[in-house]
C-alpha cells in the first residue's frame, strides 16, 4: 500500500448547512456533487467529503457520539502568522466556533482552533522548519 491518504470524509448532521460554512464561508469550491455527499479537492491527490451522516452510517456503521469532540483534528499550515490570524477571521466570519485564540504553542508554532458546523476541530498554524516546508505549498 502506498504511503498516502485519498479522501478525508466527515459526517455532517446537515449537509446543506456545511456545504454553506465550507463553500460560501470559506471560500472552497466543490469538484463533485451527489446526493448526499460535496466533494472538495485540497490536494493534487486529495479530496476532503462531507457526507450526510445518515448515509455514512448506512455504509459505515454506527456513529459513536458523546460529550466532547472527535479524538483528532484537521489542519491547514500557513507560511506566517499574519495568515494564520486571516484564515481565522475567515472562518469566524463564516460562523465557524472560536475554539482557541492564536497563540504560540509550546512545539515552537504558532496555532489557533475552530469548529465547523458539526465542531470538528480544525488548527490553523504556522509550523516552524520541516513541517511547513512539506506542508505549505511553494508560491
Known amino acids: ?7 478525508v470524509t466527515l459526517a455532517v448532521s446537515d449537509l446543506s448547512r456545511s ?3 465550507y463553500v460560501s464561508g470559506l471560500g472552497w469550491t466543490p469538484e ?14 486529495l479530496i476532503f467529503s462531507l457526507w450526510d451522516a445518515e448515509e455514512f452510517e ?6 459513536s457520539s458523546g460529550a466532547g469532540v472527535a479524538p483528532f483534528t484537521l489542519a491547514h499550515n500557513v507560511a506566517t502568522e499574519e495568515e494564520v490570524n486571516a484564515v481565522l477571521a475567515t472562518a469566524a466570519a463564516a460562523g465557524a466556533d472560536p475554539v482557541s ?3 504560540k504553542r509550546s512545539w515552537g508554532g504558532y496555532s489557533g482552533y475552530f469548529g465547523d458546523p458539526d465542531g470538528y476541530r480544525w488548527e490553523i498554524a504556522c509550523a516552524p522548519g520541516q ?3 512539506i506542508v505549505v505549498p511553494k508560491p
Open 19 to 21: 456545504r454553506e460554512f
Open 58 to 63: 448506512e455504509e459505515v456503521g454506527p456513529i
Open 101 to 103: 485564540p492564536a497563540m
Open 32 to 45: 463533485l456533487e451527489a446526493p448526499g455527499v460535496v466533494m472538495i479537492r485540497t490536494g493534487e491527490h
Open 131 to 133: 513541517v511547513n516546508d
Open 1 to 7: 500500500m502506498e504511503q498516502r491518504i485519498s479522501l
